[in-house]
C-alpha cells in the first residue's frame, strides 16, 4: 500500500525523495519518517541527499564525506547500507547503533533469572522492573495456544494513553493521546485513533473501526464484555464525554466504564499487548496538563496529522503480524467465527446518534 502524499512542507525534501519513489512513499518509510524529531529529519536528508549525489558520474565523493563528517570508511558504509536496504532507516544516523530502548520481550532463560532474582539473588531488580517482568510472563502465557483457545473473544476493552510523539495543531506542545480497541487475551488491536492537541480521540470512530475490522477478521467472539476507559475531558469535551459516559454505564455496567487518570494512563493495554506499539513508545506517565519540558521537545517526533495516521497504522500493524498469524493457525480469525456479538455490543455502545 502507498502513501501518496510526500512528507514535508515543499521545497527539497519532497522532491528529493520522489526522485526514489516517484509514486510517494511507501507507508513503512511514511511511518519511519514521522516518527524522526527534526533535528533527526534534517540530518537525515542531509545524508541521504548525498548517497543520491554519490551515483552521479564526476561526484567527489571525498567532498560529500566530509560535508556529512564522514571518513572515506563511513561513507561507503553508508551507500552500502544503502545500496542493500533502500530505506530511510538505512540511511539514519543511528542505523547501525544497537536498539535505544530495552525490548519488552523475553525469553525463557531470562524469565527464570529474573525469577532467581526476584526470589532474593543478589541482583535482584527494582520494583517497576520487577512489575514489568511479571505482566510480560503473563502475556506468555496468555499467549500460550490452550490459553487463546479458552480465552480468547471474550473479553474487549477501549484504552486511552500518550504516546511517544507531540500532537499535532495549535497550543502548548504536549503528547499525543490514542485510544486502542484490544481484545484482551491475545493482545490483538482491533482499531487505533488519534487525537491531536487539545482534542481527545474519538472513541467512536475506533468502535466503528473495530467493529469493521473484527468482520473482516471474522473473529471468534464468545459472549463478549466491553471495558471502555473514557478520556479525561478536555476543554469544550466536559458535556459530551459526561453524556457518553453515562450512556455507556447504562449499556455496559458501572464497573465496566472509567474515566482515565492522568499520569496512569493506559494499564489494560500495558498488560494485554506492552510498553510499546510495534516500534512506538506509551508514555503512560504523561500528564496533558503540563507542557512538554524544552530539553525533551527537541528530541521529540513532531508529525504532522497526516503523518500521524500513516504511523499508528503502520505501527498497530506491526503489533499484530505475528499475533495474527498465530490465530488464524488456531482457527480464531480467519475461520468459522462469529464476530457479530461483538459487534452488536458496540453499536449498542456507540450508536450512530450519539446520546
Known amino acids: ?29 511514511a511511518a519511519f519518517w514521522a516518527s524522526l524529531s527534526p533535528t533527526e529529519r534534517d540530518d537525515l536528508t542531509k545524508r ?3 548517497v543520491v549525489a554519490a551515483d552521479a558520474p564526476g561526484t567527489d565523493l571525498a567532498e560529500l564525506a566530509r560535508d556529512l563528517g564522514l571518513g572515506r570508511t563511513g561513507f561507503y558504509s553508508l ?29 525463557p532463560a531470562e524469565s527464570a533469572a529474573a525469577d532467581d532474582e526476584a526470589a532474593g539473588g543478589a541482583a535482584a531488580p527494582s520494583r517497576p522492573t520487577a512489575r ?12 500460550d495456544p490452550e490459553a487463546l483457545r479458552r480465552g480468547f473473544g471474550r473479553a474487549f476493552v477501549l484504552d486511552v494513553t500518550p504516546v511517544d510523539l507531540v500532537a499535532p495543531g495549535s497550543g502548548d506542545p504536549e503528547w499525543l493521546v490514542c485510544a486502542f480497541l484490544i ?27 473495530g467493529a469493521e475490522r473484527a468482520l473482516e477478521l471474522r473473529l471468534s467472539v ?15 469535551e466536559f458535556l459530551d464525554m459526561t453524556r457518553m459516559r453515562a450512556h455507556l454505564a447504562e449499556v455496559l455496567g458501572e464497573a465496566s466504564v472509567r474515566w482515565s487518570e492522568p ?34 521537545l527537541a528530541k521529540a517526533a513532531v508529525p504532522s496529522a497526516s503523518e500521524v495516521d500513516v504511523l499508528l497504522r503502520t505501527e498497530v500493524r506491526r503489533s499484530n503480524e505475528l499475533l495474527e498469524r498465530r490465530l488464524r493457525r488456531l482457527g480464531l480469525i480467519g475461520g468459522g467465527g462469529d464476530p457479530t456479538p461483538l459487534v452488536g455490543l458496540l453499536d449498542a455502545a456507540f450508536p450512530e446518534e450519539e446520546p
Open 1 to 29: 500500500m502507498i502513501d501518496r502524499d510526500l512528507p514535508g512542507d515543499g521545497g527539497d525534501v519532497p522532491e528529493l525523495f520522489r526522485r526514489v519513489w516517484p509514486d510517494g512513499l511507501p507507508n513503512s518509510e
Open 48 to 50: 541521504f541527499a548525498a
Open 79 to 107: 551507500r552500502t547500507r544503502w545500496a542493500h536496504q533502500r530505506t530511510l532507516r538505512a540511511v539514519a544516523r543511528f542505523a547501525t547503533r544497537s536498539a535505544r530502548r530495552i525490548p519488552t520481550t523475553i525469553g
Open 132 to 143: 514489568r517482568l511479571a505482566r510480560e510472563r503473563a502475556r506468555d502465557a496468555a499467549r
Open 183 to 209: 481484545e484482551r487475551c491475545s493482545g490483538l488491536i482491533l482499531a487505533a485513533a488519534p487525537g491531536s492537541a487539545g482534542v481527545s480521540p474519538k472513541l467512536t470512530d475506533v468502535a466503528r473501526e
Open 222 to 236: 464468545r459472549k463478549p464484555s466491553l471495558t471502555v476507559i473514557v478520556p479525561d475531558p478536555r476543554e469544550g
Open 263 to 296: 499520569r496512569r494512563f493506559g494499564s489494560s493495554l500495558v498488560e494485554a499487548v506492552g510498553e510499546r506499539v510495534g516500534g512506538l513508545d506509551l508514555r503512560r506517565r504523561a500528564d496533558w496538563r503540563k507542557p512538554i519540558a524544552g530539553d525533551v
